[in-house]
């Protein structure tokens, strides 16, 4: 079984910034991919960063590309999500996710963290 937690949500201003933390444990697999995601109420979860675990290549979404870098530290099995330039829009429950596959990591990975809620305020 595979464990993800995530942390570092909170309540932000708009212009500010938060990192969120994503702690892989468990019986973890050999790569693993990591993601995150993000949704609001009455909406369908969103794609917003991916991170190979081999070659360190990321992708975006458009809405965050150039505000958000998504990053990892082997040595702690721990992904990060730098989020700068918050917008309301980003407010949501932020959620980490895993898979072996990295042409899965963008549409259905197979492991995800409980969320953690970061709120922009205007």
């Known amino acids: 079984q595979v464990q993800l937690v995530e942390s570092g949500g909170g309540l932000v201003q708009a212009g500010g910034s938060l990192r969120l933390s994503c702690v892989v444990s468990?019986?973890?697999?050999?790569?693993?991919?990591m993601g995150w995601f993000r949704q609001t109420p009455g909406k369908e979860r969103e794609f917003v960063a991916a991170i190979s675990w081999v070659s360190r290549s990321t992708d975006y979404s458009d809405s965050v590309k150039g505000r958000f870098t998504i990053s990892r530290d082997s040595a702690k099995n721990t992904v990060y999500l730098q989020m700068n330039s918050l917008r309301p829009e980003d407010t949501a429950v932020y959620y980490c996710?895993?898979?072996?596959?990295?042409?899965?990591?963008?549409?259905?990975?197979?492991?995800w963290g409980q969320g953690t809620q970061v709120t922009v305020s205007s």
């Open positions: 468990g019986r973890t697999f050999s790569p693993v991919h």
């Open positions: 996710a895993a898979d072996p596959l990295y042409s899965k990591i963008r549409a259905s990975p197979d492991y």
